[in-house]
């Protein structure tokens, strides 16, 4: 699964004592290697994983030339405080592909120095690199929060189940009076539970759902406190984001987590898609046209719009009408689903990118009702605003969210429905 989308990057002029650097990275040793324009090796070295040997590392790297790139591994993991280093010491940092046994090839050696070379020319050549998550804000506070409820609720489902197991192969009397309540309400139970049984064996099996209760009920308490300080904090990083119809904090949390804190980095709402999971790969044989799914990219990203797709086509009449006159032309459900999630991921992309398009409350229809009580047609107003008449009607009908249009919409109305081309652009 790739976390960032690969390009080529194009260096330009650089000068004549350009150096790239690649860097191969673990959890007590980073080792550096340096090649010149040519791709000669000029440094090869190990270096600690703390902020004296990011510094050392960095410091060799200049000592040698001016460094135009560095190559990084794992930039997600071990690489993170590395990469954190180069940019507060003006190094451009891109992440490279782990090299596997099907890309190394036959014949070709794999050692730490040998992977640090590899990721030095990769970086040196421009290809297949991707610029890494910066991990220095709010996304990074959600994606550690995100991390330990998702434990916490698999932790959750892991005792209740031990549970459940553990009554229906126990006492008959503990089987017939826990069995019949139903996990949820049992496990509520046991959290409570402290009384003592007349018998040894019975009593020992309810000290120990007891303790299964109890941590669960712990558990479960912790991850709630957790998702709600997700969905503050996400609130005021992405409020745009965060009231995304049909998205809840945990779908909008994976969303933001994919993006990170540089979003800038995907250059399209179409490489957003690719790193999500949902752009469109064709599938065409014979007389039969179609696309599928893409299966690679951020797996937490694509159930997010999954989700997200399954409750709008559930709940939105705008969708259920898509998916009906979709069916209607032949297409499966899982191509209507196919396509709704690359809608959608369109959708969270703008979003990202413009965290504060919050909508305005009620004022859609508001300036609607003033718009036709004036005489000013859609299409008018649309012309005059600059805009298609179909996203003119999605934020008169409060569908979407156009915080700017919305706010340029409100003055065209205050300066009385101005109807020049343009006028409010």
């Given amino acids: 699964m790739r976390k960032a989308v690969c390009m080529k990057v194009e260096y330009g002029n650089v000068a004549e004592d350009a ?7 673990h959890t007590a040793t980073n080792w550096l290697s340096v090649v010149d324009a040519r791709g000669s090796e000029l440094f090869s070295g190990e270096f600690a ?52 046994r099907p890309r190394r090839g036959p014949g070709c050696d794999k050692d730490d120095a040998a992977d640090a070379l590899r990721a030095a020319k990769q970086a040196l050549s421009g290809e297949n690199l991707a610029v890494p998550k910066s991990q220095d804000g709010w996304v990074e506070e959600v994606r ?53 049984e007349a018998d040894p064996i019975c009593d020992a099996v309810m000290f120990s759902l007891a303790a299964l209760g109890r941590v669960r009920a712990e558990a479960r308490r912790s991850a709630r406190l957790l998702e709600e300080r997700i969905e503050r904090t996400l609130k005021a990083g992405n409020p745009a984001l965060a009231s995304m119809y049909g998205c809840g904090p945990i779908s909008a949390a994976m969303l933001a987590i994919a993006a ?10 179409a490489s957003f898609a690719a790193l999500c999971g949902v752009s469109p790969i064709r599938a065409s044989s014979g007389k039969v046209e179609r696309h599928r799914l893409n299966r690679g990219g951020n797996r937490n990203a694509s159930k997010a719009l999954h989700i997200i797709a399954m409750h709008r ?18 297409l499966s459900d899982r191509e209507i689903r196919r396509c709704v999630k690359r809608y959608i991921a369109r959708e969270a992309y703008r979003l990202i990118m413009h965290p504060y398009d919050v909508p305005i409350e009620g004022k859609g229809p508001e300036m609607r009702a003033e718009r036709i009580a004036s005489g000013v047609s859609q299409k008018d107003a649309a012309i005059a605003l600059g805009v298609t008449a179909s996203t003119l009607c999605d934020l008169e009908l409060g569908h979407h969210q156009f915080r700017e249009l919305a706010l340029r919409y409100r003055q065209w109305i205050d300066d009385g429905f101005p109807l020049e081309a343009g006028i409010a652009s």
């Fill in 313 to 330: 086509m559930r709940t939105d009449p705008r969708t259920t009408e898509y998916v009906e006159r979709r069916r209607a032309e032949g």
């Fill in 49 to 100: 994983t703390d902020p004296e040997g990011y510094r050392k590392l960095c410091d060799e790297i200049r000592r040698l030339g001016s460094p135009v790139a560095a190559g990084v591994e794992c930039t997600g993991t071990y690489g993170a405080g590395l990469v954190r280093a180069m940019a507060a010491y003006g190094i451009a940092c891109y992440e490279v592909i782990t090299p596997g």
């Fill in 19 to 25: 150096v790239w650097a690649g860097v191969d990275t």
């Fill in 260 to 269: 990170g804190d540089n979003p800038e980095r995907m250059g399209s709402e």
């Fill in 144 to 196: 550690n929060m995100t991390v330990a409820r998702e434990e916490l609720v698999k932790q959750c489902t892991s005792l209740a189940n031990l549970a459940l197991a553990t009554v229906r192969k126990g006492p008959d009397e503990i089987r017939a009076r826990l069995e019949r309540l139903g996990t949820a309400k049992m496990m509520g139970v046991l959290a409570g539970w402290d009384e003592a």
